[in-house]
């Protein structure tokens, strides 16, 4: 079977890593159909707007989009509606990709990267669900107005319980397969909008009693994660909840350079991309790390594609050659005495391909 992937590389590092990424793909050896399209800022230079028709018509006819970095500060005085980080969301909403996988593994060869203490991280395996295309992020109404000569901020944050229900049982289902055991954060004590959340989590645990829930609210999740992280499993949450708790998770595994994401539809069909940003500082320069985007190749074989042997060879590779001390800048430990070589970003792919 040929699987069909749309390949966006993006801005910054995006469009420098996308080529490895790509040959990466490429030594496995499988039968993968790859076009190219545009995304975010070099999508408004090109055709004046940050998701482009053409790119959206071949995401939807893909079996998998992977995708670059998007943004930069290029961009950043556009309005808001025609700013890079639109056309992602605008895709994400496309697609329907409401489910948002953020892994936080810690590489035991890393464990002396993360900003805590070893003992605290060796072993970290935790999965966030994040609900992606609700919540304050897509809520009316929002904008800013002008009143008596004050200018007035507003967005909302609504959730239906059907949105709820389907984000809650991706989440229990993978936690099935993992460690049997779900956190739901959210804010039940403040907010509305999740004390509905609660109820319905807790209506779907009936369907899934073989797994441990409990509830905890955001502000504890938060000091929980760099505190004892270990205690989580899966971690299921909003949209605005989600995309803070796996930023602060993902430094527990040292850099944000390691961490891949999903985003997924109820067909399957994903959007697969690194957690970090474009970086435009150090784009082009050859140093910026490629596997969190080899990484998130690895989740697209896994979930989009079936190819679940595929993706346990790259994730093995990449295992390997952290192992042998091979290192980009930012996983670079503090001791200067450690076995460990530092190289570039071509370096680090020609690694994983040849461990492959």
């Known amino acids: 079977m040929t699987h069909r992937i749309l390949a966006i590389p993006g801005d910054g590092i995006g469009a420098e890593v996308m080529p490895h990424v790509l040959r990466v793909l490429d030594a496995l050896g499988m039968d993968l159909s790859v076009e190219s399209g545009t995304l975010g800022g070099v999508a408004i230079e090109e055709h004046g707007t940050p998701l482009p028709t053409s790119t959206l018509d071949a995401a939807r006819e893909a079996d998998a989009v992977l995708l670059g970095a998007v943004g930069g500060p290029k961009w950043d005085n556009l309005p808001m509606d025609r700013r890079p980080e639109k056309g992602l969301l605008g895709l994400r909403a496309a697609l329907d990709a409401f489910a ?5 593994m810690l590489f035991e060869s890393l464990a002396n990267a993360s900003s805590l203490r070893p003992e605290l991280v060796a072993g970290l395996d935790i999965l966030i669900v994040r609900e992606l295309t609700g919540g304050i992020y897509f809520g009316e109404p929002r904008g800013i107005e002008s009143a008596n000569g004050r200018r007035r901020g507003y967005n909302t944050d609504v959730y239906a319980d059907g949105e709820i229900e389907r984000i809650a049982r991706v989440a229990f289902d993978l ?4 460690g049997g055991r779900l956190t739901s954060v959210d804010k039940a004590n403040v907010l509305e909008v999740t004390q509905l959340w609660r109820d319905v989590v807790t209506e779907v645990h009936a369907d899934f009693p073989n797994i441990e829930l409990n509830h905890v609210y955001v502000d504890n999740a938060a000091m929980q994660l760099v505190r004892a992280p270990k205690q989580f499993d899966v971690i ?10 796996s930023d602060a998770a993902a430094m ?3 850099s944000l350079g390691m961490l891949p994401s999903a985003s997924l539809n109820a067909k399957g069909q994903g959007i697969y991309e690194p957690v970090h940003g474009s970086a435009p500082d150090i784009a082009g320069r050859n140093v910026a790390n490629p596997l969190a985007t080899i990484l998130s190749a690895a989740m697209m074989l ?3 594609l079936g190819e679940e042997t595929a993706a346990d060879r790259i994730e093995a590779a990449v295992n390997a050659v952290l192992e042998r001390g091979i290192r980009t800048a930012d996983i670079m430990p503090a001791d200067s005495d450690a076995d460990v070589c530092q190289v570039g970003t071509d370096e680090m792919a020609d690694a994983v391909i040849a461990a492959l």
């Open 100 to 104: 948002n996988l953020r892994p936080a």
């Open 236 to 245: 299921v949450t909003g949209n605005l909840f989600g995309d803070i708790l």
């Open 252 to 254: 527990l595994t040292g």
């Open 302 to 304: 896994r979930y989009s």
């Open 175 to 178: 936690a099935g397969k993992r």
